[in-house]
RNA sequence: GCGAAAGUGGCGGAACUGGUAGACGCGCUGGAUUUAGGUUCCAGUGGGGCGACCCGUGAGGGUUCGAGUCCCUCCUUUCGCACCA
């Protein structure tokens, strides 16, 4: 029997353990239900942070109670391998990413080892590896069969110094993160899939799931964003010849108050009409430039310039004029908006700079209008005027007359619009899934033939930073035209890494499957009972999975629609940020470990100085471990010296998992200090005597609270761990239950039998959280079976019966007295012992009392006056 | 800019269905043990007041017998915005 906890060598004997039982591979059984437990897989970016501690921490917990609860579980693991930190890596080492990558993965896997998670490594997916990726090139085709998957141009960032695309990410204030150049954008040809088909079938789903963050569905229908409108046409004669100009508007209803109608930059008309202006033709390269971020744009000011081009009002037939705009994007609708400043915000700020008429169509209540300063009822719905015929209709009847007429006159129609954007996978970057395709210069674009996959991108290259190496590949592009025999060049472009894992869990449930993507295994597995991941991927990674998931149903690959049945979305893993700003400019971020914060006697920060030199850095409050700040806490390191129990602990214990964790040395320091003291109290319990065997009719008064209050406790964790997930509220509660031992007085053997239970209880209850630790204790207490496949136990109803209650009584809103009544005490009977209390009465006083409230088991409410 | 959320002691948080605000832990203070530091153990700890009591959940208003919780306005912070993953 060991008096100290050794966390290393408990540790390494409880993973032999699981390793040499083979206890975490998951077997398709249909005789047990199942229970998928699905983690958001790492990106190898060199080493764990604290985010997937976090992350893989909450799965596991969730894994190992489920286990216990009896389900089949299945927690698996791998790699979202490909991606630009691989390439940035790359240029600054000479290494190819392949290697990186690799490297990283063996690294990861170690620290995932040493953490103790329940994970299935028999089921590992690399998406880098063909035999993973080959069936994103075999389902692209499929979608390509389909029409789901087909070409146009694509808006991206164009660094014209490296002549390379750049990454949002590697956009700086609008210049190239390397060289500094001045960012374009460029229209090139991409290839899309087209998930605004299933747009109307995501958000409608969305009601369904009910074991979704509310705030995750709200954003994803906001993302997908339905609205219904009117589109217009404004006819326009050009060369001779007719055209129109179509915008999309939800507020027809103000047709008759568009003054000017704004196009994008790239909007053919606007190009022809700057062939012949100079001014104009500087204003458009002007919008052209920057990045494609859309915040940059939106935080854009407003500015246009007029083509000198008009259209006519499709009702009125008026002339409106058309101005190029550097808030209109290209991408969405037809790259043209009608301008209402009477009814508009920004229309209205943007008519007031440039000096476009503004009119009132609208009349709310008969509120005063004036074109002098923006009102925020002007944008609100009301009742037509100064539109002709339509004059006096509500919204509803005048987007619906106008849309009828414009119909009539083949110049509009209602519609649907969605704010979702089809999906442009093509990337052009080496480090990614090869785009299974063939130019031939006689048969066009080929796809690879089914029998030719998978398309092997090649591990030996070094990217520089200008451009993809893979063109410049020779024995990669040559090729012959599967269609034609004829000399042909194979597609550069590869797949946006979000297509790697928008189905890599569907794989997890058909490991070694290859001869299909998927086999009858995932009828077993899928959907994921429960998926957990950072809040930062609510909206893209989530929709797109949706998304494949439909179009593998609708290929007959599977029978699910929606692949991830509970979503728990983790909060952000934050440190304090400490710096110092020399005179020559450039911060220097310090590491909160290499930093000593200064309290005063009441222990409020009042400074805090570098350990190395004793002189002050500044706090820049608390932020996301990142690298830029040199805030972060390196897992192993921790590990190291408290051991993976207590790193998962802290972790479990300091936050609700959905809410941001902020680091504490301190506080990592106190659940150490626990589970030295857990297992302090089981040695010393084992070592206090003998106890007598536990019969609960014979208990005394002190014996029978304390194991109410271990029934109470097993109760409410049971329902924290499987009901609210709140981890943190159950590890309190097994603080109070052994509180609650070390307060209790456990001189006799009966007294000791409710003391072995109560800490049974303990460690079977903490074990998903600290099973290294568990798994020791659970031997030491007596048990040959291993805890981690014990059956979490039942709270005994009888164990829980109180004959005395103690409510609370209120006089006017304020507590003032507290009074103890039977348990099952009548209403009338709580009422008189509230009203008897001398205190109550002291602050009734003469007053009359007017009312009682009683609310059962909890207070009195008497209201005096 | 748009969309979504969160603000409670010195700190992380608890209060689950409108019903005792501050569970649990950290920190701090005092004490015991220790040659000392650390560890460990015991007690105290929202603010004010000698006290009876009063005040307190980002700010301001409202509903209610009763509001951290519901409603309105505002402020701050965090996440996402389609090529970071």
């Known amino acids: 029997m060991h008096d100290q906890y050794e966390p290393a060598a408990v540790e390494a004997e409880a993973q032999q353990y699981w390793e040499g039982a083979g206890t975490f591979r998951a077997v398709e059984d249909p005789a047990r239900p199942k229970y998928y437990c699905l983690s958001m897989f790492p990106y190898p970016s060199g080493r764990l942070h604290m985010g997937h501690v976090r992350n893989y921490t909450i799965g596991d917990v969730i894994s190992r109670f489920m286990r216990m609860q009896g389900r089949n579980v299945l927690q698996p693991m791998g790699w979202d391998a490909f991606g630009l930190p691989a390439e940035n890596a790359a240029m600054a080492n000479g290494v190819p990413p392949a290697r990186w990558t690799y490297d990283n993965i063996a690294t990861m896997k170690r620290q995932l080892k040493a953490l103790g998670f329940g994970l299935d490594w028999s089921r590992e997916v690399t998406t880098c590896r063909p035999d993973y ?13 389909k029409g789901i998957a087909y070409q146009k141009t694509g808006t991206v960032n164009w660094d014209p110094v490296d002549q390379t695309v750049l990454a949002n990410e590697q956009v700086i204030d609008g210049r190239g993160w390397r060289t500094g150049a001045l960012i374009e954008k460029r229209e090139i040809p991409m290839y899309y899939l087209g998930i605004t088909r299933y747009a109307e079938e995501l958000l409608g789903a969305l009601e369904g799931l009910d074991g979704w963050p509310e705030r995750v569905r709200t954003m994803q229908a906001n993302w997908i964003g339905r609205s219904e409108g009117v589109t217009i046409a404004f006819p326009y004669e050009l060369d001779g010849a007719r055209h129109t100009l179509k915008v999309f508007t939800t507020r027809a209803d103000t047709l008759f108050g568009a003054t000017f109608v704004a196009v994008a930059a790239e909007h053919p008309l606007a190009t022809r009409a700057a062939a012949g202006d100079p001014a104009l033709a500087a204003f458009v390269d002007e919008c052209k430039r920057g990045s494609v971020m ?7 000011e407003k500015r246009g310039m007029p083509t000198g081009f008009s259209v006519t009002h499709p009702l009125t037939g008026a002339r409106v004029p058309v101005w190029v705009g550097n808030y209109v994007l290209m991408g969405y609708g037809e790259g043209a908006v009608m301008g209402v400043p009477g009814h508009d915000e920004r229309d209205f700020a943007f008519a007031r700079k440039y000096g476009l008429p503004i009119v009132q169509v609208i009349d709310v209540d008969g509120r005063p209008y004036s074109a002098a300063a923006w009102q925020p009822w002007y944008a609100d719905h009301g009742r037509c005027i100064g539109s002709g015929r339509y004059d006096g209709l509500d919204y509803e009847a005048a987007v619906h007359a106008i849309a009828a007429d414009l119909a009539a006159r083949g110049l509009g129609a209602l519609q649907v619009q969605w704010r979702l954007r089809d999906w442009g996978i093509s990337r052009q970057r080496y480090w990614g899934c090869p785009i299974p395709l063939i130019h031939c210069a006689a048969c066009g ?5 089914d029998r030719d996959l998978p398309v092997v991108l090649p591990e030996d290259l070094v990217p520089d930073g200008s451009g993809n190496p893979l063109a410049r590949l020779k024995a990669f592009v040559e090729c012959a035209c599967p269609a034609c025999g004829k000399p042909a060049r194979r597609e550069t472009d590869t797949m946006d890494t979000f297509v790697d894992s928008s189905w890599y869990f569907l794989r997890y449930a058909s490991p070694g499957s290859d001869a299909a993507m998927v086999d009858e295994r995932v009828r077993y597995w899928l959907p994921a009972d429960q998926y957990i991941g950072g809040i ?7 929709l797109y999975s949706r998304f494949w998931t439909r179009v593998m149903r609708d290929l007959g690959l599977v029978s699910i629609s929606e692949p991830f049945q509970n979503l728990l979305t983790q909060g952000m893993v934050r440190n304090g940020i400490y710096f110092r700003k020399p005179a020559s400019g450039r911060v220097v971020y310090y590491n909160p470990a290499d930093v ?9 920060p009042t400074g805090a100085r570098l350990k190395a030199d004793g002189q002050p850095v500044e706090s820049g409050g608390i932020g996301t471990m990142s690298k830029s700040k040199n805030n972060g806490v390196d897992p192993q390191a921790f590990i190291d010296r408290y051991g993976a129990d207590t790193a998962r602990l802290f972790m479990m214990f300091a936050a609700p998992p959905d809410l941001s964790l902020d680091w504490s040395d301190e506080g990592a320091e106190g659940a150490s200090r626990f589970l030295k003291r857990l297992w302090k109290t089981v040695h010393a319990h084992l070592a206090s005597g003998a106890r007598a065997p536990l019969d609960a009719a014979a208990l005394g008064a002190a014996d029978r609270a304390l194991r109410r209050i271990a029934h109470q406790t097993l109760a409410k964790v049971s329902d924290d761990y499987g009901r609210r997930r709140t981890f943190n509220t159950a590890i ?6 052994l509180n609650a031992v070390r307060d209790h007085d456990a001189a006799t053997p009966v007294a000791r039998a409710v003391v072995h239970e109560a800490l049974e209880f303990a460690v079977l209850m903490l074990s998903p959280v600290v ?4 798994h020791a204790l659970w031997r030491e207490l007596g048990h040959e079976r291993a805890v981690v496949d014990e059956a979490w136990p039942a709270s005994d109803p009888a164990a829980l019966v109180q004959d005395t209650v103690e409510l609370v009584v209120q006089v006017n809103g304020k507590v003032r007295s507290r009074i103890t009544v039977p348990v099952d005490a009548a209403e009338e009977a709580v009422r008189a012992a509230a009203l008897a209390d001398p205190t109550v009465q002291r602050f009734v006083g003469s007053q009359a009392v007017r009312k009682v409230i009683v609310v059962k088991g909890k207070l009195v409410s008497v209201v005096a006056g």
């Open 133 to 145: 990726y080959r069936w994103n090139q075999w389902l692209f085709l499929r979608m390509l069969e």
């Open 732 to 737: 309190a509660a097994v603080m109070e239950l």
């Open 596 to 604: 000593e914060v200064l309290t005063d006697a009441r222990g409020q």
């Open 445 to 449: 674009t080929v796809p690879v033939p």
């Open 536 to 542: 930062e991927h609510a909206i893209l990674h989530l």
């Open 771 to 774: 099973p290294h630790v568990a």
């Open 294 to 300: 859309e915040a940059d744009l939106a935080t854009l």
